[in-house]
């Protein structure tokens, strides 16, 4: 028996469905199955009433129900709560119609309710429940102060009323126990189901934070050891530039050591932030500005001028900037910072978001770029070859002119 009925109330629901579209058909299903007993159960009049009992709606009501019951298992579940509503509404109507009131007919209403609101979570009632539940309760209105007369059983004795007014109200009361129990029943099994779910999500939850963190360290690890790589790069590199008696070759490395000095900046702040996915560039810009006039030596001699916005860089995009801001700071080092000419030079660096695209200015004390540089056509400087560059490996795109001196304006999207 109990198989069968939870066969009946499963009938229509596949594994695609959600807990909430397999309750949702459940309700349906146990709904018309209710409306099918109150219509058999209804039969049982025939007792009372012989010949005048109303066959022909009655069998319409149980076709309605069995509609809705197709709907439900082809998958249609609004047509089949619509078809429920309004069967259930119609049929309980025409019955409170049919008999006398002092019947009692109106009686049956009452399960009907009650499985609506048991169905449905009263403290937040979704429209479709609402509107079930709207539906049944003017019908129950229109029931107890309507009377129809042309639709009234006539001849009818006083005591057949009376006995029916017994009959209406045990059959009532007993339903309402009936739909209440199975209803109750029905929501625990749900709620233990969702309980189940919910602690294998949690489960499942637990173990990805574990992989997720089990990640992460090893994402520190592998930035802290690239980190230490690259200084131990910028060692030999200083070897080599102490041991280098060439001043060409003494320029290159170390332009190559500031390169990797650059780098090894990313992976170090990376390594500092919790999440190993973006950097501070504010904090980045600073650190390495200063460690790139530390190197030469100039950390007293030139006056920074710094603004930053709040922006965190995106990893994927945090060392081709870095090296574009770069190749800019060791331009304005080699040939306005480093010149002996007594004047106490500045650079300025401004980084500001608007919308999605991050625009950094900077901009130093020297002479500028010369009147004829055209830098789509002059390649002989490495460094503005590599900003032209890089900016394009970031979706950007660099602009060089003269205000005063260099200025280098830098343009490219957040994400």
Known sequence: MKKALISFLNLGINANHSVIEQRRIKTVNLLNAVILLFL????????FIGNNYPLVPELLFMGLASASLVSSYLGKTKWAFFLLTF????????????????SGSYLYFFPLIVSVILLNNVTSLSWMGFLHLAVSALSFILSITLDLDSWKLQGLSQEAIRVMWYYNIS?????TA???GILNRLIVVQNQEITVQNQGLSKAKEEINASLKEKEVLLAELNHRVKNNLAIISGLLNLQ????GNHEARQVINDSKNRILSMALVHKMLYNHPQLKEIDLSNYCKELIRELLNSFNLHNKVEIKEHYDLICLPVNKSI??????????TNSIKYVFSQENGIKHHLEVSISQINSEVVMVAKDSGMGF????NEDQDGKSLGLFLIKSLAEQIDGKAVFSNDNGARVELKFLLN
């Open 171 to 175: 059959m009532a009361v007993v339903l």
């Open 40 to 47: 058999l159960i209804g039969l049982s009049h025939y007792l």
């Open 370 to 373: 010369p009147r004829d540089f």
């Open 178 to 180: 009936m739909v209440s």
């Open 320 to 329: 081709p900037f870095g090296l574009i801001l770069n190749e800019i700071v």
């Open 87 to 102: 069967n259930a509404n119609l049929s309980i109507f025409f019955i409170n119609q049919y008999y006398p009131f002092e």
């Open 241 to 244: 530039l102490e041991s280098s």
